[in-house]
């Protein structure tokens, strides 16, 4: 959910605000829509460039209005799935999703029920035959919530043209990444009357919540679920101008911290300077966790295990030049970067290890001021992080460590407690040279031109590392905003971007079938015990091509967020080390 899970966390009434970019630079008003409602989002790119025929070219041309309008329907459906008010709002978005892709041509196209109010939309097309692939299209109809509201400049549940860009909750993540393959299959299906590789959609409801119910949907659909390769609508591109692959997001989880010293509230007069004052307490707590001078995490054992950067990893940092530091800092209206000394701000987010609080709330915090010590701290929301391997197997060595640190601090005239939120999720790798990833190269070099950036993303979609860890599918992120205030007030998109993936979401698709799978991009790792032993199509059984899997293991996050394993040397491609070096 791209970096912006939440969980619970008590403290001061101080909050860090973490997600929410600044609009100060952006002054300009959106243009409005025309009379009928639906933003004219129709831009030329020379498909032919690409090698797409004319029934394609033609099609995309013709079909323009259409794609506007369904931007604008499913952006109108209000499907946050974090509020319960809304859960209505996602078994439409649902429907007018399972909807849509029958239009477009794909078969069985059905909702199944997940064991909360978030169902999965599912649909498929099997007619290509047994020896072309099986790709499994993934993305998400949910969104965040809008709040504060007040900050956008237009109606979030409205696509607006806003000069170059289209703004509303979901355009970008995901709604109008999740249209994009849906247009490209209807395409080709029109232009050929059938596709050139076996497809499955599987989009779910739950993602901007940390997909709780997720796996256990896949155990119980593996078989339905079965696939050669995933390719996730969730994503983004480095800049509009350049394409890239990502090969790793950070994973996540959560704890909160209670702080109680008394049964009542006091008057901060009367009995201030003789009795404890949870907020005290608990900003002692917090600011112990990193090291004002380094900026190192101060828990015993928390670097335990995480991986050193490799001369790869440095030469993808090098490379990712569309990055400019000057223009994030005025973009976000910061005074300067801070984290663990001896890292840059790409290194520190790509493979570093985070342990971020991301809100606090302790005593009256209204208008005015109230004389009181309070008695405990009340909850907001929080968050702490990572994105790079570690050998720590499961989350009770990471929340042990920070339990223990906690508890070592805390006075004996305070209750301090430590609470595990759940939720959480693994961190996610991918294969450099897998084929998808290699397929997906050729595209994007055609697409924009230029050879793609390698890079990893500080960010989390629970349902990847779930894809390699309960069906042991690999996936390639293939989406085509540019996470442009996603989480945030006026989230927004190019147009051009939209347009860009759908021309390469076929270009994707229509390369795919050639592509080889080679024993060198393979791991030889066992799958799981519980992963399904089904071979992923009729032309690849198991004793042929082994999965590589991660293995299960919760990421820490007071929020931790972790690397992805294996995104330093990417050893599966060639399979140097032994299998448990790959635990994460």
Same mark, same amino acid.
């Given at each position: 959910?791209?970096?912006?899970?939440?969980?619970?966390?008590?403290?001061?009434?101080?909050?860090?605000?973490?997600?929410? @970019?600044?609009?100060?630079?952006?002054?300009?008003?959106?243009?409005?829509?025309?009379?009928?409602?639906?933003?004219?989002?129709?831009?030329?790119?020379?498909?032919?460039?690409?090698?797409?025929?004319?029934? @394609?070219?033609?099609?995309?041309?013709?079909?323009?209005?259409?794609?506007?309008?369904?931007?604008?329907?499913?952006?109108?459906?209000?499907?946050?799935?974090?509020?319960?008010?809304?859960?209505?709002?996602?078994?439409?978005?649902?429907?007018?999703?399972?909807?849509?892709?029958?239009?477009?041509?794909?078969?069985?196209?059905?909702?199944?029920?997940?064991?909360?109010?978030?169902?999965?939309?599912?649909?498929?097309?099997?007619?290509?035959?047994?020896?072309?692939?099986?790709?499994?299209?993934?993305?998400?109809?949910?969104?965040?919530?809008?709040?504060?509201?007040?900050?956008?400049?237009?109606?979030?549940?409205?696509?607006?043209?806003?000069?170059?860009?289209?703004? =509303?909750?979901?355009?970008?993540?995901?709604?109008?990444?999740?249209?994009?393959?849906?247009?490209?299959?209807?395409?080709?299906?029109?232009?050929?009357?059938?596709?050139?590789?076996?497809?499955?959609?599987?989009?779910?409801?739950?993602?901007?919540?940390?997909?709780?119910?997720?796996?256990?949907?896949?155990?119980? +659909?593996?078989? #339905?679920?079965?696939?050669?390769?995933?390719?996730?609508?969730?994503?983004?591109?480095?800049?509009?101008?350049?394409?890239?692959?990502?090969?790793?997001?950070?994973?996540?989880?959560? #704890?909160?911290?209670?702080?109680?010293?008394?049964?009542?509230?006091?008057?901060?007069?009367?009995?201030?300077?003789?009795?404890?004052?949870?907020? +005290?307490?608990?900003?002692?707590?917090?600011?112990?966790?990193?090291?004002?001078?380094?900026?190192?995490?101060?828990?015993?054992?928390?670097?335990?295990?995480?991986?050193? #950067?490799?001369?790869?990893?440095?030469?993808?940092?090098?490379?990712?030049?569309?990055?400019?530091?000057?223009?994030?800092?005025?973009?976000?209206?910061?005074?300067?970067?801070?984290?663990?000394?001896?890292?840059?701000?790409?290194?520190?987010?790509?493979?570093?290890?985070?342990?971020?609080?991301?809100?606090?709330?302790?005593?009256? =915090?209204?208008?005015?001021?109230?004389?009181?010590?309070?008695?405990?701290?009340?909850?907001?929301?929080?968050?702490?992080?990572?994105?790079?391997?570690?050998?720590?197997?499961?989350?009770?060595?990471?929340?042990?460590?920070?339990?223990?640190?906690?508890?070592?601090?805390?006075?004996?005239?305070?209750?301090?407690?430590?609470?595990?939120?759940?939720?959480?999720?693994?961190?996610?790798?991918?294969?450099?040279?897998?084929?998808?990833?290699?397929?997906?190269?050729?595209?994007?070099?055609?697409?924009?031109?230029?050879?793609?950036?390698?890079?990893?993303?500080?960010?989390?979609?629970?349902?990847?590392?779930?894809?390699?860890?309960?069906?042991? @599918?690999?996936?390639?992120?293939?989406?085509?905003?540019?996470?442009?205030?996603?989480?945030?007030?006026?989230?927004?998109?190019?147009?051009?971007?939209?347009?860009?993936?759908?021309?390469?979401?076929?270009?994707?698709?229509?390369?795919?079938?050639?592509?080889?799978?080679?024993?060198?991009?393979?791991? +030889?790792?066992?799958?799981?015990?519980?992963?399904?032993?089904?071979?992923?199509?009729?032309?690849?059984?198991?004793?042929?091509?082994?999965?590589?899997?991660?293995?299960?293991?919760?990421?820490?996050?007071?929020?931790?967020?972790?690397?992805?394993?294996?995104?330093?040397?990417?050893?599966?491609?060639?399979?140097?080390?032994?299998?448990?070096?790959?635990?994460?």
């Amino acid at each position: 959910m791209k970096g912006s899970t939440l969980a619970y966390l008590l403290g001061t009434i101080a909050v860090l605000h973490l997600s929410q @970019l600044s609009a100060a630079s952006d002054q300009h008003r959106p243009s409005s829509c025309p009379a009928s409602g639906v933003p004219d989002l129709h831009v030329e790119l020379d498909h032919r460039a690409a090698g797409l025929s004319e029934a @394609l070219v033609g099609h995309f041309s013709k079909h323009a209005a259409r794609y506007a309008r369904d931007l604008a329907e499913l952006v109108a459906i209000p499907s946050v799935s974090a509020l319960p008010e809304h859960f209505a709002d996602i078994l439409k978005a649902a429907e007018w999703v399972s909807r849509r892709l029958h239009e477009a041509g794909l078969r069985n196209a059905s909702i199944l029920p997940t064991e909360g109010p978030h169902p999965v939309v599912y649909a498929e097309w099997l007619e290509a035959g047994p020896d072309v692939p099986t790709v499994l299209i993934y993305g998400h109809y949910d969104v965040q919530p809008v709040d504060p509201l007040q900050e956008w400049r237009t109606p979030p549940f409205q696509a607006v043209v806003d000069g170059d860009f289209v703004s =509303g909750r979901g355009v970008d993540d995901d709604k109008g990444g999740l249209l994009q393959p849906i247009h490209a299959v209807e395409a080709l299906l029109a232009a050929a009357g059938k596709l050139p590789l076996n497809v499955k959609f599987m989009l779910e409801g739950q993602e901007e919540i940390m997909s709780p119910h997720l796996r256990n949907f896949l155990l119980s +659909h593996a078989q #339905l679920l079965s696939a050669d390769v995933v390719l996730s609508a969730d994503g983004s591109q480095p800049a509009s101008t350049q394409g890239g692959l990502s090969l790793g997001m950070r994973g996540v989880a959560s #704890l909160q911290v209670d702080v109680s010293t008394a049964s009542s509230d006091m008057h901060s007069g009367a009995k201030g300077g003789s009795v404890p004052n949870p907020n +005290h307490v608990l900003a002692q707590i917090l600011a112990s966790l990193h090291d004002p001078n380094t900026g190192e995490i101060t828990v015993p054992g928390f670097y335990e295990g995480v991986q050193v #950067l490799t001369d790869a990893d440095a030469q993808d940092v090098a490379a990712f030049s569309v990055y400019d530091s000057s223009e994030e800092l005025a973009k976000l209206g910061l005074q300067g970067f801070s984290g663990e000394d001896g890292y840059g701000t790409l290194e520190r987010r790509w493979f570093r290890p985070t342990l971020e609080v991301v809100g606090m709330s302790g005593g009256y =915090g209204g208008a005015g001021i109230k004389t009181v010590i309070p008695r405990a701290q009340r909850p907001q929301r929080s968050r702490v992080g990572s994105s790079r391997g570690s050998s720590q197997p499961t989350s009770s060595g990471r929340w042990g460590q920070v339990t223990a640190h906690i508890n070592s601090l805390a006075p004996s005239w305070a209750n301090v407690s430590v609470m595990d939120l759940g939720g959480g999720c693994a961190s996610w790798s991918s294969q450099r040279h897998s084929t998808s990833n290699r397929a997906a190269a050729a595209v994007l070099a055609d697409v924009f031109g230029v050879p793609p950036l390698y890079y990893r993303d500080g960010s989390t979609i629970p349902a990847l590392a779930l894809f390699q860890s309960v069906l042991g @599918l690999e996936s390639t992120k293939f989406g085509f905003g540019l996470g442009d205030r996603i989480h945030a007030p006026n989230e927004r998109v190019l147009v051009s971007m939209l347009e860009k993936g759908r021309r390469a979401w076929a270009q994707l698709l229509l390369t795919l079938p050639s592509a080889q799978i080679t024993q060198q991009e393979t791991c +030889h790792h066992p799958a799981p015990a519980h992963a399904s032993t089904r071979p992923r199509s009729r032309r690849s059984a198991p004793g042929n091509r082994q999965m590589h899997v991660t293995h299960p293991a919760a990421r820490l996050r007071l929020r931790h967020e972790r690397p992805p394993y294996g995104s330093g040397p990417l050893p599966c491609i060639e399979c140097p080390t032994p299998a448990s070096s790959h635990l994460p």
